[in-house]
């Protein structure tokens, strides 16, 4: 089994436990609500959003994959951080064991925050999974931009 690595930052002028709540805590009803061209809903198999809940993400008609399923493994409030991990759909394409993620949102010195992914796809073989990353990386990407956009519209809700 190989283990390839990535990590991405996004600087956000939301301050982090605005982005924290509306990007973890609450993203079951906003993700369908901010991209619905990609998610069509998210179904909350067991947990209450602690360790140990799995939720069922599908995605719309037309989209390359159908659903994932990710377990959550740690979550962090009060420090705004979560660690998830993708153990079952078709976007791990055969050659995926999982994919890990550890995400943090941490104060940026202007006000806002900075969102940091850290995310290792554990392979069956030691198939290189670069291009397939590189892909959920831009999409990662367009989803936390629709999310910020829409707490920088609905200041107040967060």
């Known amino acids: 089994m190989g283990v390839t ?10 301050p982090p436990a605005k982005i924290f709540k509306a990007s ?29 809940t799995i939720k069922k993400i599908h995605f719309t008609e037309g989209h390359k994959f159908k659903f ?43 006000g806002g925050s900075i969102y940091k992914n850290k995310i290792k796809y554990h392979t069956k073989g030691d198939e290189d999974c670069t291009e397939h990353a590189n892909g959920g990386k831009e999409e990662g990407i367009a989803v936390f931009k629709a999310i910020e956009a829409h707490v920088i519209a609905h200041p107040d809700a967060y």
Do not use: N, W
Request: aromatic share 4%; with cysteine; glycine share 8%.
């Open 5 to 14: 690595c990535f990590e991405h930052e996004i600087a956000s002028p939301v």
């Open 24 to 52: 973890v805590l609450e993203s079951d009803t906003i993700i369908p609500k901010v991209v619905p061209h990609i998610v069509k809903c998210v179904e909350v198999i067991q947990g209450d959003g602690g360790p140990g």
């Open 68 to 110: 994932m399923t990710h377990r959550i493994d740690a979550i962090d409030k009060e420090h705004h951080s979560i660690s998830y991990t993708v153990i079952d759909g078709d976007m791990l394409c055969g050659f995926i064991e999982s994919i890990s993620h550890e995400l943090t949102v941490s104060a940026s010195p202007d």
